[in-house]
């Protein structure tokens, strides 16, 4: 029997802790496997890590789960990156950690600056560090090209570097060894990938800065520096609904190459962050009934991308137009960033609304979003949910 679901699993918290795997994590995929390791399901690792190469990170997964995990199965928080083609031209600064450079080039884009080779260019830009600033006056910087655009993979390591930098280029309009004019308005395009404020790792409390907070300080110092607001081109990554879409497109890739030709129907999103695991299956489930609605109404079967109008234009999303998907349902774990006080609750008792928004700014705040369609103990649990729910045994 072809299945007629699929799997989206969250990383960090859910499958594994920092470097560690999680013991029901190896359970699940037992129930998941058939005798010879093959997936009996499509399944997709949605994470909103950036640092390091889809291959590196499915080696990583295969090494955890104790079966072979391919790349297309992995979901960085910048893989949608490979829709916005047109920024793959341009010149673009890049901030983050681990292979940035690589990682660009591998999504497409031709032409990338690291915030290293931009502070070595113009070494008077960074002066927060006194054993760096130069002991005698640089020439002036020539040839180096115009940036472009920003792209934000993911937390810096020195924080204060990436900050000055980055509002240096946006103030200057990709120009930072120019002397300051105006300050442009609207201001380059920035493409953010991982909005995640917290994250869990090893440590006791989940409060471990994340990409969101980096962010945070980036949009309070443009504003407090200029008084307008920091806008992006693109925010990308969970909860983003471009995001769930490609991973939908992936699990329906995955089911072609196996032969299932059953639709795939339902996703089961399983995570341990109610801000972004949550938040993002429900607002990419409301995303699907929105769009199911609008086909019943239209009388024909396409898909309305009001909501991503990057998707139909960059990725070739083939016999995609069925939109077979109908549901895409959250599944919370409490092994990571969430976690209950109390015994875990029945399956009809709803998670409790978040006390702070720790969301995006820019990303509205309902309070039925963070509430998971089911709450379960661990991983393996949620395998099980989702098979009893499907029937599948």
Known sequence: QPPAFGFLFDVDGVLVRGS???????????????????????????TNAGNCLRSAKARELSQALGLQVSPEQVILSHSPLRLFSQFHQKCMLVAGQGPVEENAQNLGFKHVVTIEALRKAYPLLDMVDQSRRPKELPPPTTGFPTIEGVILFGEPVRWETSLQ?????????????????????PHLP???CNM?????????????????????????????????????????????????????????????????????RRLYAVGDNPMSDVYGANLYNNYLKS?????????????????????EDHLKLRKDCNNSVESCESILVCTGVYRHNADVPSNAERCTTEAVFHGHRDFYFDPSLVEASYIVQDVNDAVQLAFKKEDWS
């Open 291 to 311: 769009a199911h609605q609008n086909r019943v109404q239209a009388g024909v079967k396409k898909s309305p991308q009001a909501a991503m109008p990057q998707t």
């Open 20 to 46: 560690q795997a999680l013991p029901a994590a190896r359970q699940a995929f037992r129930r998941l496997a058939d005798s010879g390791g093959r997936l009996r399901v499509p399944v997709v690792f949605l």
């Open 196 to 264: 995640d404020l917290l994250w869990m790792a090893e440590a006791k409390m989940p409060s471990r800065f994340g990409h969101g907070t980096f962010l945070l300080c980036l949009e309070t110092i443009y504003k407090k520096v200029t008084g307008r607001e920091l806008k992006y081109e693109a925010l990308i990554g969970k909860p983003s609904t471009v995001t769930y879409r490609y991973a939908e497109y992936l699990i329906k890739e995955q089911a072609e190459k196996q032969g299932w030709m059953s639709p795939i």
């Open 165 to 185: 930098l980055i509002i240096d280029v946006l103030l200057s309009n990709g120009n930072p060894g120019a002397e300051l004019q105006d300050i442009p308005y």
């Open 190 to 192: 920035v493409l953010a």
